[in-house]
């Protein structure tokens, strides 16, 4: 392999190790994790309530032991990591935005907001429903309980809202100078403003109160709206940010290339593609 190959590989691998790409990575796992403790709650032990037999054995809800209760509070954990990486999302993307595109030099305020700080909300609901509503593994919602994991959430909601509407601003203001007139311009701010919103997890406000009575009809299509927000949030920001982003493209694209040199050192690199040419497209985000 070439010297020159060497360096377009490890430049390749510097751009996908990079803060942002950090940010997404623990974003994709937060969601992954919490999908995984759903499905194991819901299925593990939701589903027992309906195997209490005529002998008398209790189903694992019934029984109320720990090993329920740990995996209702992994799930609400990694649920509110979700939210707290969104709001990191938000807030690396504002910091780099308002300081002329500075990158940070450390994660670590991140980390701590992201993986850390969930665990004390957390631990206080564990003991408000030990010393409150101590049944049923917790599957049945508190409200005093209830709100210590809802109102970090719905921070992070409010202040990722904030952060948009000021990167819309800065976007308004860039787009109004004279090199910024063309259509296609106003084209991709549109599209770059559109994608945050996934990302910051700003549709879940459609599903921010849940009604408490009414209509069926409107309480049934309310639980299906949530389900379907909630479910295909990890799908929608991989697709955006992963399966069709265009940086992404560029990149495996030059990673094949790279590879197919290293086999055949004396291709160039039209013919390695194909006789086609790459170009690099960066995003905006």
Known sequence: MSTNSRFQHGGTVRQLHGHRIALHKNLFSSLLFNAIFEIWFKTGVMLTAYDDDDHGQKSILKENGPYCKIILLLTKYFRLTNYMWMFC????????????????????????????????????????????????????????????????????????????????????????????????????????????????????????????????QWQELYIYLDILLDGLQGAAVALIFCYINGEVHTLMRRSYRNFLELRNPGLSAGQCLGGSTVTTTQTAF
């Not at 993986?115 to 003991?127: D, I, M």
């Not at 010393?131 to 049945?140: G, I, P």
């Not at 904030?162 to 800065?170: A, E, H």
């Not at 203001?173 to 910051?200: D, G, M, N």
Request: net charge neutral.
């Open 89 to 216: 999302e938000g807030f690396y993307l504002h910091r780099l935005i308002s300081a002329a595109f500075a990158e940070e030099r450390s994660l670590v305020l991140f980390y701590v907001i992201g993986w850390a700080f969930p665990v004390l909300p957390v631990l206080v609901y564990s003991l408000l429903r030990i010393l409150d509503a101590d049944e049923e593994c917790w599957a049945l919602p508190t409200d005093p309980s209830e709100w210590v994991l809802n109102v970090p959430s719905l921070l992070s909601l409010l202040v990722n809202m904030v952060f948009l509407v000021d990167i819309i601003r800065v976007l308004v203001i860039k787009l109004r100078a004279p090199h910024h007139r063309e259509p296609s311009q106003y084209r991709k701010a549109v599209k770059a403003t559109l994608v945050l919103v996934p990302l910051f997890g700003l549709h879940f406000a459609i599903t921010v109160y849940r009604p408490q009575s009414g209509i069926c």
